[in-house]
Nanobody, 125 residues
């Protein structure tokens, strides 16, 4: 069983930056692909980014490429989401998730086994 806790969300002006963190406990963190998703009220959960076990492979949604960077520190059991040049459309609850399925359908939330409680990101114009 893996427990995930996100932090780092908040209110930021457009063009600003935030770094989200997700700390894992339980399980062997380096065995999991990690992903970030986001969701706004009335919309489906949206894939943002994912990272392989050792950080060698990175995956991004087209909407965030060039602005968002995912990384991980297996020693700290933490995955990060560095978000720059934020836009009001980035406003959402951001969730981290852990997958035991490798790179299988990484953009689908159904591929992930564990989820955090989410952290709110609000970008004002």
């Amino acid at each position: 069983q893996v427990h995930l806790v996100e932090s780092g969300g908040g209110l930021v002006q457009a063009e600003g930056s935030l770094r989200l963190s997700c700390v894992a406990s339980g399980g062997t963190f380096s065995n999991y692909y990690m992903g970030w998703f986001r969701q706004t009220p009335g919309k489906e959960r949206e894939f943002v980014a994912a990272i392989s076990w050792n950080g060698a492979r990175l995956y991004y949604a087209d909407s965030v490429k060039g602005r968002i960077t995912i990384s991980r520190d297996n020693a700290k059991k933490t995955v990060y989401l560095q978000m720059n040049s934020l836009e009001p459309t980035d406003t959402a609850i951001y969730y981290c998730a852990a997958s035991q399925k490798g790179d299988y359908k990484l953009t689908s939330g159904q591929s992930y086994d564990y989820w955090g409680q989410g952290t709110q990101v609000t970008v004002s114009s």
